[in-house]
């Protein structure tokens, strides 16, 4: 025979307990309230997908992001860097196009793209920025 213990309830509880029972014992009632809550409680913890963590991770960015309306300082920063690098490398393209086609130019017009150039060139590299041009080759 099963060992026997008391439990001492609020009184509310014991008259929830003895409306919803039904033909079951308190005793029993309370044991099947328990073993079901267990086993809900093992059938809910099953393992997560990695392809869930990913979604619930892009689900929050993207609440994120509808949520924040404004650019941080860093992204504005960035972004002026990204420009000043696409126009000196628009500049150097131009450049040296020009000289491949052979045009002749005037000096001045020449001396006048390369103090641009230079002066583009000083200005990023004061911002901590490398003179050698990169390629990404696909």
């Given amino acids: 025979m099963a060992e026997k213990?008391?439990?001492i309830l609020p009184a509310d509880v014991i008259k929830k307990i003895d409306d919803n029972r039904g033909d079951l014992s308190?005793?029993?009632f309370i044991n099947f309230l328990v073993d079901n809550q267990l086993k809900g409680e093992v059938q809910d913890k099953q393992p997560v997908g990695k392809e869930e963590i990913i979604s619930l991770i892009e689900s929050q960015l993207k609440e994120e992001a509808k949520k924040q309306r404004y650019v941080t300082r860093e992204e504005i920063k960035a972004f002026e860097q990204d420009i000043k690098s696409l126009l000196k490398t628009f500049l150097d393209f131009f450049v040296s196009y020009g000289?491949?086609?052979g045009k002749k130019s005037p000096k001045a017009e020449f001396e006048e793209l390369s103090s641009k150039l230079e002066e583009l060139?000083?200005?990023?590299?004061a911002d901590g920025e490398s003179k050698e041009a990169k390629?990404?080759?696909k």
Avoid at 121 to 125: C, I, R, W
């Fill in 26 to 28: 308190q005793a029993d």
């Fill in 99 to 101: 000289l491949e086609l």
């Fill in 121 to 125: 060139e000083n200005h990023l590299a």
């Fill in 5 to 7: 213990r008391m439990m």
């Fill in 135 to 137: 390629i990404k080759w």
